[in-house]
């Protein structure tokens, strides 16, 4: 009764044809993709092993692991070694020109596979792949609908599970309860070595202040010093905001999606900038579509806060995130990024989280972040949830 | 009230000195760490930068991010280019010999702190470091104690969560409750590019012996394609075995720790094999010292189990793993590994756990892991529980 859903071979198709397009742009022969989640985007699985893919014909999954008979497609190896005497079988030429993950495989892995094949030339396929997945198929966007369906479900059912004189993080794994018994598959992947997080984060009154190591919007102090992120531990206070921020990983696609609850009554200040947050978000709603440059998005945002007198305010206070929004996907942190130094336009197919958010200390955090697609029509919102702080307890 | 806990000054400089120890024995002037594990280690907390570490003096910290003025040894920079300019001033010569994480860094990573530097050598710092975090230091041990503690306080709870006609998934995911409510901070920390787990596996009836992408112990067909690992949605029924094999992340520092649950009466084989895991875990504590090889001990393993006539059931079925312990701390997955091919032996200060696992499809997977503390008298158990089979709902 595993609910496993594979994505249909056309739409794997649509995946293939556009970066074999980029591949020949590029100059390379071949591909050879070892990273988990670049492994699921071309085959709609994970395993052990690799998918090598040539400029032209269907890609070949050389599998280590599961042990498995039933998978088309397949040649079993032991070691990546193996890979070019088993295309010599099937009368494949070796690439040439072969482009490897530079960017996500480690510099040992990616020695290795250089050896295997040793190219005339050696290219990186990151960039390319990001740049793929950055435009999302049919199939894709419909898995991204349902992680946002349920995120909306669980994040309707957040103010039930809240209870006086509860800390930050005691809320924080109801609320995961709540994610798991809705189906979240917990596991929350970003792109960069570095980026540790579980789940997403819970910002109580002046821990959303606190800055962080780690390239997220917030940051939040953490429960421990090899986990600096998040909720602190803290005893949630009257007068103060909790900013909601979990990953709806759902399916593999994750939507993104941010809400405030209060515990009494805020400062004017507090319930001003959260409104000017939707304001953003209906301006955006508004003017976005394809061909807008992501750039002007950050600075219209910027200048939206700054005018309004809480530029100080704007993504933190002691340190400011530089950017409104991101691509989501398989990664949370997938292109376009909604920053002053973008090159990137809006296109359709692309999904984006879209956060301006603002810091009070003392309060809180205050403002949310929707998940929108890009259609031919303009932004199309997939996370439709009341969007005002709303009152616990109340 | 953040309970955030810092290792002593004295306790870094144990490890700081086995660092600088094997860095001069390879012959290198210096080492440049990037990846959070490694400047945990090293520094006892977490930030977006790097350790400068000479094999002579202490370990400078070069910190991006967080904005943060308190900390000693910091300097700031914005990129690591800044670095050299920063050291010259110093009046700190370059090195001539850097070692950077070759098996941690990516390509295109290592390549930049390569060109920083430009050293007349490079080499790899991952073994060395992996190797010094091999043997625990006193305030690391004591990490682990306290996570095995708490590991051990929730597994004492687990039978309290069942309910009738509970899925896997709903009996996990209210055992990640538990964890998260006696302090696991969520986050479960591997070594190698493609690990993919969230907290831990729930393995319940014939789940128990599908093979998985991954290099753990046992599988679990997961419940996505894009995580196959663990629970997969199935109704635990009557006559099968609960395995939780959940990472006792309650600190930086792992305790790792299987106990297995049963709904009803169990075939004798079940019982039996567990009882031999058992004996197995007995024999450990017995023999288990400094000096024994890491090799012996897998193969004695392997022997009792094929000498009882089990050794298809061993580690597996469809798919079996050859090892039946590991190395833990910081990353569950440390050496050394207890593996017929290990060069390793015990040595005061590993922390290892041992998990002989049988699988029999139909009824799951018994045996158990516990984690233990090589001493100089002998092996220390640290997650001291009932081991028998625990009957659910009896």
Redesign the interface.
Known sequence: ??????PPLEDLQIRWKKVQKALKESGADACLV???VNI?YLT??????FVYFPVEGDPIYFV?????KEESYTIRIRKPEDIPDCLKERKRELPSVLF?E??????????RLQAVFHPAATG?L?PLLRNARMIKTPWEIGQLRISAQQHVKVYEKIPSVFRENMRD??FQ?EI??LM??N?S???F?TYG??M????GSVLAGKNAG??????FAL?G????????IGA???TIRSGQTVMVDMAGNF??YMSDMSRVYSLGTLPDAAYEAHQLSIQMHNRLMETGKAGVPCADIYQWSLKMAEEAGWGTHFMGT??QAKFVGHGIG?EINEPPVLTARSKEVLRVGMVIAYEPKFVFPEVGAVGIENTFLVTAEGMKKLTILKEDIQELMS
Chains 1, 2 share one sequence.
């Open positions: 009764m595993t609910p496993k859903t594979y070892a990273n988990n699921y709609g699985k994970i395993f052990a092993g280590q692991r599961p042990v498995d490897l530079a960017g996500q495989l480690t510099y040992n892995e990616f020695l990186d990151t993080i005691e794994y995961e309860r798991r018994q189906g598959l917990g596991l992947r070595s570095n540790d997080v579980f789940m606190m800055p962080s190591p780690y390239d940051g102090a953490g429960l421990h010093a090899c986990l600096p602190s531990g803290e399916t593999a002691v340190q398989l």
